[in-house]
């Protein structure tokens, strides 16, 4: 799983794994959160497009993890199950920071109905691509930005708190993202090949 806040190079380094795994003959799946399927993609469209009226944050915890449902059980554990190789953009990790920091619903919650929703399971390895919130906010909301992109320096500020106060969480490798594409890129490999992922 590939996580870090919004603008942080994810999608570059998806692209880039996708080509390593192609290279070696594997069969690989691409795919994103929120969304991947089609329900998932409208409760995306939800969560995302819905500026007008004021949503709970319980409201966004819940939707966010009804997609992922969906997405578990209807792509990537059968992916899984085929042999593929499933490189996903963001998963439990966000909700955790967005959701339980940003929000304010603590992690605990949000964990909680994450594995119900999710029925545990877990990515072999999480690569965190770590950069200053600052940095990746201004080049998102220069393009437009979403309903969440939009909500303030200070959630923002909360989200990358709480990725902090997670990236010691088991199974996370957290990698500077402050470097170019290519030396994350490499980086991640090298833990992937040292690692037998
Ligand atoms: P998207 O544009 O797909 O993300 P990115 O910025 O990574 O390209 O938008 C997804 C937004 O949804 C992003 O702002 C993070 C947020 N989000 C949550 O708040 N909770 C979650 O569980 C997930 C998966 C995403």
Redo the contacts with the bound molecule.
Sequence with gaps: MLE?????G??TLAEKLKTYYDHLGRKVLLT????GTQLGEEI?TM??KNTEIEMDPRT??LL??A??AEHVFKKIKPAVEEGYVVIC????L??L???GY??DLGPDQVLKINEFATGRFQPDVTFYLKVGWEK?LHR?TSMGG?R??LAGDTFFKK?QEGYQALEKTKGIQVIDASQSPEEIYRECIKILEEGNV
Excluded: C, M, N, W
């Design positions: 870090g806040s919004d603008g942080s994810k999608s994103r959160e929120p969304g995306r969560i995302l966004e915890a966010y993890a997609s992922r953009e963001r998963y439990i966000s909700s920071a967005y959701q940003g929000r990746t998102k979403d969440l992109e989200v």
